[in-house]
Nanobody, 124 residues
Framework: QVQLVESGGGLVQAGGSLRLSCAAS????????MGWFRQAPGKEREFVTAISWSGMVLYADSVKGRFTASTNYAKNTVYLQMNSLKPEDTAVYYC??????????????????WGQGTQVTVSS
């Protein structure tokens, strides 16, 4: 089992920045990469980014150039730096990890472990 704990959400004005963190614990040796997803009220969960511990990254088109994922392997932690935030970025952000899969994926079904989520609210 892998446990994931997100932190860093909050309320910010449009154009502002936030940094999310996700700390992994437990059987992290089988976790080759981590992902971030988000879900806005009344909408389906959507992919934001996936990053491997070696630094390979995928981004959703909607966040390219504004969001940056990074890792700290020693701390088993991934980060999501979110700049130039827009009201449409408002959502609950979830950290997720696969179980043994080593190819970055944008599909939520490819992730076995999920954090509790952290709320990000961007006011206009």
């Amino acid at each position: 089992q892998v446990q994931l704990v997100e932190s860093g959400g909050g309320l910010v004005q449009a154009g502002g920045s936030l940094r999310l963190s996700c700390a992994a614990s437990g059987r992290t040796s089988s976790t080759y990469y981590m992902g971030w997803f988000r879900q806005a009220p009344g909408k389906e969960r959507e992919f934001v980014t996936a990053i491997s511990w070696s630094g390979m990254v995928l981004y959703a088109d909607s966040v390219k150039g504004r969001f940056t994922a990074s890792t700290n392997y020693a701390k088993n932690t991934v980060y999501l730096q979110m700049n130039s935030l827009k009201p449409e970025d408002t959502a609950v952000y979830y950290c997720a990890a696969p179980d043994g899969r080593d190819t970055l994926s944008t599909r939520g079904n490819d992730y076995s472990y999920w954090g509790q989520g952290t709320q990000v609210t961007v006011s206009s």
